[in-house]
């Protein structure tokens, strides 16, 4: 890893762990194993180096594959063909968000300083919310509008219904950040709470 990509990934964590204000160039350069003055040769000061995480961040992959997973699976693009095996569809949808987004990796960290730094910095207050609320909920609501008008699920407000799905999931997420031992306990919950979800709005189930 060149010491330009260390600088971040090293600083990231740090400022999860003890928020932007807390660390200081002087530590980031000690996690990275280099002296504080050869930070400048790579970013002018830590507030560059704070907007360099939030330009990596806005294009992560993992957002994008997440909700093109939801909006775009194969067996949800015609609106007509629909198998017994619907359960296990919207299962694995939900349940790989749930992975994916809560696992221990660089995302997991920016999460950490989004939740934090939101009331300091408007940016990532709006990043937060467009990744977190109007991207998921829109792509929730795609699927949920295809199942309805299909005869599938019943036919309530799809926005209400994706917050409804979609609320838990990212509550569970947020307690796997909090206390990662409990992440097994905070799955099993995901995919009891998906099984409910479909028993309540499936048509087969009224």
């Not at 400048?40 to 907007?51: C, L, P, R």
């Amino acid at each position: 890893m060149r010491t330009k990509e260390k600088i971040l990934e090293k600083a990231l964590i740090l400022f999860a762990e003890r928020g932007y204000e807390n660390v200081s160039v002087e530590e980031i350069a000690a996690e990275v194993g280099i002296k504080a003055p050869s930070i400048y040769k790579h970013y002018k000061s830590k507030q560059d180096i704070f907007d360099a995480i939030i330009d990596k961040m806005k294009n992560n992959d993992v957002y994008k594959n997440i909700t093109d997973t939801i909006s775009s699976n194969n067996k949800f693009n015609d609106a007509g063909v629909f198998t017994g095996d619907l359960t296990q569809m919207i299962t694995t949808i939900g349940f790989e968000s749930f992975v994916e987004l809560s696992s221990p990796t660089e995302l997991t960290q920016f999460r950490k300083l989004m939740t934090v730094e939101q009331f300091n910095t408007p940016e990532l207050a709006e990043l937060f919310v467009k990744q977190y609320y109007d991207n998921m909920i829109s792509r929730y609501s795609d699927l949920f509008s295809k199942l309805s008008s299909s005869g599938v699920f019943k036919n309530e407000d799809p926005e209400l219904m994706a917050l409804q799905f979609y609320a838990p999931l990212f509550m569970l997420m947020t307690m796997s950040d909090a206390v990662p031992e409990r992440k097994d306990e905070f799955s099993c919950l995901v995919e009891n709470y998906i099984d409910l979800f479909i028993k309540i709005y499936s048509k087969e189930n009224h």
